[in-house]
C-alpha cells in the first residue's frame, strides 16, 4: 500500500496501486473522476480506506428522468462514451409513471410527459447501457426474493434508497451507508466504497435504548416514524417488539420490519435499527451492540397517538373524503398483497358492496406482481375493482396537478414526501371497502 | 464582528449576505420549484422551511445546520451549481451530512464549480449568524460576521 498524499499530496486516504492508477487517469479520465468522486465523498468522512463492494448487484436511488437533472444524463453519456460500466449489474427505484394502471388525465400526462419526466425514455435507455439488471429491475424493494438482488449477512453495498438501505443493513445484517444517488452509481462503477460509519462495528452500535411498552403489536408506520423522529440518523436498540414479532425472522415480520424501517428513515434519517432477540446481529451480539452512554425513549399507547396527531393534514379540503389511495410504499410483499386481498374481500362482504369505494392501487415489485398473477388472490382482487402496479407512489404524487386529489396512504414515507393523508391498515380498510363513517 | 473556525470542504475566498435556515434544509424542496423553470435565481421553495422560503439564494451565503430529504439532494446541489444558480457557499454548523457532501463533490469534480462548502462551525455560529448579515469567508475556514 501507499498513500495518494505521499504521491500527490492531495489525499489521507490509504490506496491500493490499482485506486491509484485510476485517478490518475490510466483508465480514462472519465473513471478518474469517478473515482475521485468516491474518494473525496469518503475523505469528508474520515474514511481510511476503500473497501470491495462484496455483492454482486447494486441499487440505484435514480429512477425517474426528471427533465431538471441535466448533469445526470450528462454524465451518464459520458460514461456510456468511455464505455465504462458498473461491475455486476443493479436494480433501480420504481418507475415515475404507469398510465395503465394508474389513470391519468391529459393535462396531468402532458406534464408528466412534456415537463417533469421528459427525459423518462432517455434515462432508461442510459440505464441499460450502464448495467441495469432487466426491465423488471424496477422497484424499491429489490431485496425481496421475487426480484433477487438480496445481499447476505456480511456483505458491503453502496445503495441510496434510504428504505432498502435500512432494511439491509438491519433485517439481513449486510453494511451499507445512507449514499446519495450518483454516488451508489459510482461506487458500483470502481467497485470499492469508501469505509466509515454503518460499514464499521464501531459504527453498528446503538446510541438509543427504545422501549416498546404498547398494549398491542404497534403499526410498523407509526412506531417507525416514533423511533424516526427521536433518534434521527442514530442506530436505536429496540426492546419489546420481539413480544409481539418472535424470535424468528418470517415473512410475515420481514413485512413488517420493512415497513417499519422505511418509516424511520423517512421521518428520521436511520439507516440502521436492531430489534432485540430478532434481528441479525442483535440474536448474535445482544447488548454489546448498545454505546454505554445510550439515551433511552419510552414508547406506549399514548405516545403513539401523540406522534400519529402530529401529522398535519395537507389536503386542500380535509373536509372531503379521499378520491385515491395509495398501499405500497415501500413496495407490497407477496404475502401483503395476498393479505389486503383477503381484508378487502371480507370488508366488501360486510358492506354489502361489489366493488372498491375509491380509487385504490396497490403497488408491489414486477417480479412480486407477477408472482401475484399466478396466485388464486389475483382474479380475487381484481374483481374487488382494485389497481396493481409497480409504480412509485411518491413519484407520482410529485406533481402539482395531484394535489387537487385528497390522496390517502398507509405510508409515512408517502405522507411526509407528499399531501397524502395518512391512515393506520384498519381505518385505510374501512375507506376502500366504503363503511360508514370512513 | 464575530468570527468562527470551521472545516474546509471546498475552499475560497467570499464575502456576502447571510440566508439562514435554523432547521435542517430540505435540498429538493427548497431548489425544486426555481430548477424546474431553470430560473437563473432560485427562490427557496420548501413551504416547511419559512426561514428560507420565497428568499432568493442565488449567490448567498446558505447557513445551515445540515441538508435533509430526499437522497436526490446531492444530485439537486449538483444541478443547481451546473446552472449557476447555486448559493455562493454554504456554512454548516455541524458535521455536513452525506447528502450535501456529494452534492459538493459532484460540483466540484463534474462541474468545476467555485461553491464553497465549510462544516463543523458550530451551534454558536449558527445562533449568532442571522439572514441579512454580511460575512465574509476566507480560504482556510475563517467565517466573520461583519
Not at chain 1, 473522476?33 to 474520515?46: Q, R
Not at chain 2, 471546498?10 to 420549484?33: D, I
Request: aromatic letters at 8%.
Amino acid at each position: 500500500m501507499s498513500t495518494v498524499e505521499t504521491r500527490a499530496g492531495e489525499y489521507k486516504m490509504e490506496l491500493t496501486q490499482e485506486q491509484l492508477d485510476i485517478l490518475e487517469g490510466k483508465k480514462g479520465e472519465t473513471m478518474a473522476k469517478v473515482i475521485k468522486t468516491v474518494v473525496m465523498f469518503g475523505e469528508i468522512f474520515g474514511a481510511k480506506r476503500l473497501v470491495p463492494i462484496t455483492h454482486n448487484s447494486g441499487h440505484l436511488v435514480t429512477s425517474f428522468g426528471i427533465g431538471i437533472l441535466a448533469p445526470l444524463y450528462r454524465t451518464m453519456d459520458e460514461l456510456i462514451n468511455a464505455g465504462i460500466k458498473v461491475k455486476g449489474d443493479f436494480t433501480v427505484d420504481p418507475r415515475p409513471l404507469d398510465y395503465k394502471n394508474v389513470k391519468c388525465t391529459m393535462l396531468e400526462k402532458l406534464l408528466f410527459n412534456k415537463i417533469l419526466y421528459s427525459k423518462q425514455e432517455q434515462y432508461e435507455s442510459q440505464l441499460k447501457k450502464v448495467g441495469l439488471k432487466d426491465e423488471d429491475g424496477f422497484t424499491c424493494t429489490c431485496y425481496l426474493p421475487e426480484v433477487g438482488n438480496t445481499p447476505k449477512e456480511g456483505d458491503i453495498l453502496a445503495w441510496a434508497e434510504s428504505s432498502a438501505v435500512v432494511y439491509a443493513n438491519s433485517v439481513l445484517g449486510a453494511r451499507c451507508n445512507r449514499n446519495s444517488g450518483m454516488l451508489d452509481l459510482f461506487s458500483s462503477i470502481v467497485g470499492y466504497v469508501p469505509e466509515f460509519g454503518l460499514l464499521t462495528d464501531e459504527g453498528r452500535k446503538a446510541s438509543w435504548k427504545v422501549y416498546v411498552n404498547t398494549t398491542k403489536k404497534p403499526e410498523a408506520q407509526v412506531l417507525g416514524s416514533a423511533i424516526g423522529m427521536k433518534v434521527m440518523e442514530d442506530v436505536p436498540y429496540v426492546y419489546g417488539l420481539d413480544k409481539f414479532l418472535g424470535t424468528e425472522l418470517n415473512d410475515e415480520n420481514k413485512s413488517y420490519l420493512k415497513d417499519f424501517g422505511a418509516a424511520t428513515a423517512s421521518n428520521g434519517a436511520v439507516g440502521l435499527y436492531h430489534i432485540d432477540n430478532l434481528t441479525p446481529e442483535a440474536k448474535r451480539c445482544g447488548e454489546e451492540l448498545i454505546k454505554p452512554d445510550a439515551k433511552e425513549y419510552i414508547i406506549d399507547d399514548a405516545e403513539l397517538e401523540r406522534i400519529k396527531n402530529s401529522y398535519p393534514i395537507m389536503w386542500k379540503d380535509p373536509n372531503k373524503k379521499a378520491d385515491k389511495c395509495f398501499i405500497g410504499c415501500p413496495h407490497l410483499t407477496l404475502q401483503q398483497l395476498k393479505d389486503w386481498t383477503d381484508k378487502i374481500e371480507k370488508g366488501l362482504k360486510e358492506t354489502g358492496r361489489k366493488k372498491v369505494a375509491l380509487t385504490t392501487v396497490f403497488t408491489a415489485a414486477p417480479g412480486v406482481v407477477k408472482e401475484f398473477q399466478k396466485s388464486e388472490h389475483y382474479p380475487r382482487l381484481m374483481a374487488a375493482g382494485a389497481k396493481l402496479s409497480s409504480i412509485c407512489p411518491l413519484m407520482y404524487t410529485n406533481n402539482p396537478l395531484t394535489k387537487k386529489y385528497n390522496i390517502a396512504t398507509n405510508s409515512n414515507k408517502l405522507r411526509t414526501y407528499s399531501a397524502a393523508r395518512f391512515y393506520e391498515d384498519d381505518e385505510m380498510l374501512a375507506i376502500i371497502v366504503g363503511k360508514e363513517g370512513h | 464582528m464575530k468570527s468562527f473556525k470551521g472545516r474546509v470542504i471546498a475552499g475560497g475566498n467570499f464575502k456576502g449576505e447571510a440566508v439562514v435556515s435554523r432547521q435542517g434544509l430540505n435540498t429538493l424542496a427548497t431548489f425544486q420549484k426555481s430548477a424546474l423553470t431553470r430560473s437563473k435565481e432560485v427562490i427557496g421553495s420548501d413551504q416547511n422551511n419559512p426561514d428560507v422560503f420565497g428568499k432568493k439564494l442565488t449567490g448567498k451565503v446558505l447557513c445551515l445546520p445540515q441538508t435533509i430529504g430526499s437522497t436526490t439532494g446531492g444530485l439537486v446541489i449538483q444541478t443547481v451549481c451546473s446552472l449557476k444558480a447555486n448559493p455562493a457557499a454554504f456554512l454548516f454548523s455541524e458535521h455536513i451530512d452525506s447528502l450535501a457532501a456529494s452534492g459538493i463533490v459532484l460540483a466540484k469534480v463534474w462541474e468545476n464549480s467555485d461553491v464553497i462548502a465549510i462544516d463543523l462551525l458550530g451551534q454558536e455560529f449558527l445562533d449568532t449568524v442571522k439572514t441579512g448579515d454580511t460575512v465574509e469567508i476566507k480560504e482556510d475556514g475563517t467565517v466573520t460576521i461583519l
